[in-house]
Nanobody, 123 residues
Framework: VQLQAYGGGLVQAGGSLRLSCAAS????????MAWFRQAPGKEREFVAA????????YYGDSAKGRFTISRDNAENTVYLQMNSLKPEDTAVYYC?????????????????WGKGTQVTVSS
């Protein structure tokens, strides 16, 4: 599976952005999809994950109540709608795919990773 995230940019605090991640291959619906982020000088952080059908979602503490993950299996795309953005949301955002969500692992069990997209939130 090859993943490409896009949709990042510069936004003012309080604004919104929607990230997209396009996946190659015919087995997109077989994978759990997730978003992570990494800010300069900080460790990679889990943001959100979504089940194969889109019926189940799981969020990191920083995303709860502000971000929404969704997917379109017909379009092989996963989205991250980010609202009420804060300067501390500034990071490179990555999408990832895996067969099993393992929350005890730092990579949450994700196998495939895309190149990130930069999100910068100005104060």
């Amino acid at each position: 599976v090859q993943l490409q995230a896009y949709g990042g940019g510069l936004v003012q605090a309080g604004g919104s952005l929607r990230l997209s991640c396009a996946a190659s291959g015919r087995t997109f619906s077989s994978y759990i999809m997730a978003w992570f982020r990494q800010a300069p000088g900080k460790e990679r952080e889990f943001v959100a994950a979504i089940g194969r059908s889109g019926g189940s979602t799981y969020y990191g503490d920083s995303a709860k109540g502000r971000f929404t993950i969704s997917r379109d299996n017909a379009e092989n795309t996963v989205y991250l709608q980010m609202n009420s953005l804060k300067p501390e949301d500034t990071a490179v955002y990555y999408c990832a795919a895996g067969l099993t969500l393992r929350t005890a692992r730092t990579d949450y069990g994700m196998t495939y990773w895309g190149k990130g997209t930069q999100v910068t939130v100005s104060s």
